[in-house]
């Protein structure tokens, strides 16, 4: 059974930057799709960006492309996502999600994943 665990959220001034993590545990994620979402109060859950592990692509929501980047750690366990240039829009809490065989086309949607960490509060306000 993986277990994911977020960190890093917290509150930053408009402009300011953060670097989320996440850590599975129980498995490596050498055979998956990485993801991130958020969501707010009443909103859904919405796609930021995804990394498949063993082809190092990225995929990005059109709202944080250029802003945001999802890598990969050099051991088999941890993905981040630098968040630079933060909006108070990107207040959200952000939940880092993963499974194996997500198709190209579904990487974008919540229900391709099937496991999910407990999610990290990120709050941009002055």
């Known amino acids: 059974q993986v277990h994911l665990v977020e960190s890093g959220g917290g509150l930053v001034q408009p402009g300011g930057s953060l670097r989320l993590s996440c850590a599975a545990s129980?498995?490596?994620?050498?055979?998956?799709?990485v993801a991130w979402f958020r969501q707010t109060p009443g909103k859904e859950r919405e796609f930021v960006a995804a990394?498949?592990?063993?082809?190092?692509?990225?995929y990005y929501a059109d709202s944080v492309k250029g802003r945001f980047t999802i890598s990969r750690a050099n051991n088999e366990n941890t993905v981040y996502l630098q968040m630079n240039s933060l909006k108070p829009d990107d207040t959200a809490i952000y939940y880092c999600?993963?499974?194996?065989?997500?198709?190209?086309?579904?990487?974008?949607?919540?229900?391709?994943?099937?496991?999910w960490g407990q999610g990290t509060q990120v709050t941009v306000s002055t």
């Open positions: 999600a993963e499974d194996t065989g997500v198709i190209l086309s579904s990487i974008r949607y919540q229900a391709s994943y099937h496991y």
């Open positions: 129980g498995r490596a994620f050498v055979q998956y799709t």
């Open positions: 990394l498949r592990w063993r082809a190092r692509n990225t």
